[in-house]
């Protein structure tokens, strides 16, 4: 199980970064999630990085910010047969592709939805902004088994307890404490940025 950053407000020497985020899944589908804030970007990142848009099964869609839709016209460019799912697609946890599960849309005003996906060490959760609050997209998801790893934006999450016993936290885009994280969990904690691949 392969989890490769596509697209964040950083990014490593030869990919361009732009504040949004979007990274590739690749399970028994490859499936994308968000698609950051320009599409051309978006659709460099992919090339440089070898994942073709082509390849793509499905896309799901986070939340309905610009950057996270703002690649996803320029990407239906390259494959219009992909799915795509957004965050309305379902009000509870569901699977979208084998081993793989949307929490459902979450939260008041913003509604979104984050991925649940299984790997040989327990589940990673892949987050968006995590706009309905991280400590509600854990307790989602630990419904459906234990929590290896969290990655993505945590945005203003700061009740850091709550990720106690998780042993992979790779926060990025949006997190506003994240210095605060790494000096709690040095550890478990990893930087990430468009680039970087996570192997489970
Ligand atoms: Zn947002
Ligand atoms: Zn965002």
């Known amino acids: 199980m392969k989890i490769t950053i596509v697209y964040d407000n950083e990014a490593n020497a030869g990919l361009k ?3 949004g985020f979007s990274c590739s899944i690749e399970a028994k589908e490859k499936i994308l999630f968000d698609t ?11 090339r440089q990085l070898n994942i073709q848009p082509e390849s793509v099964a499905a896309v799901v869609i986070s939340h309905n910010h610009w950057d996270h839709t703002g690649g996803l016209r320029e990407f239906l460019k390259f494959n219009n047969n992909a799915k ?25 005003l913003i509604k979104e939805q984050s991925l649940v996906v299984n790997t040989e060490k327990g589940n990673l959760v892949i ?21 290896f790893g969290i990655v993505g934006g945590f945005h203003g999450f700061s009740k850091l ?11 990025c885009h949006c997190t506003q404490y994240k210095q605060e994280i790494k000096q709690k969990y040095p550890t ?6 468009a680039g970087s691949v996570i192997k489970i």
Not at 91 to 106: N, Q, R, V, Y
Not at 162 to 169: A, C, T, V
């Open 127 to 147: 987050t968006g902004c995590a706009h309905p609050g991280l400590e509600t997209i854990i307790e989602k998801a630990r419904q459906l088994g234990v929590i």
């Open 36 to 46: 950051g804030d320009n599409g051309e970007n978006l659709i460099y990142n992919l």
């Open 84 to 108: 795509v799912f957004h965050p309305k697609s379902f009000s509870k946890p569901t699977e979208i592709s084998p081993g793989i599960h949307s929490t459902g849309a979450l939260g008041g």
């Open 161 to 171: 307890e709550e990720l106690d016993g998780i042993e992979l936290i790779a926060p």
């Open 188 to 193: 478990q904690f990893r930087e990430i940025k």
């Open 17 to 19: 970064s732009g504040w």
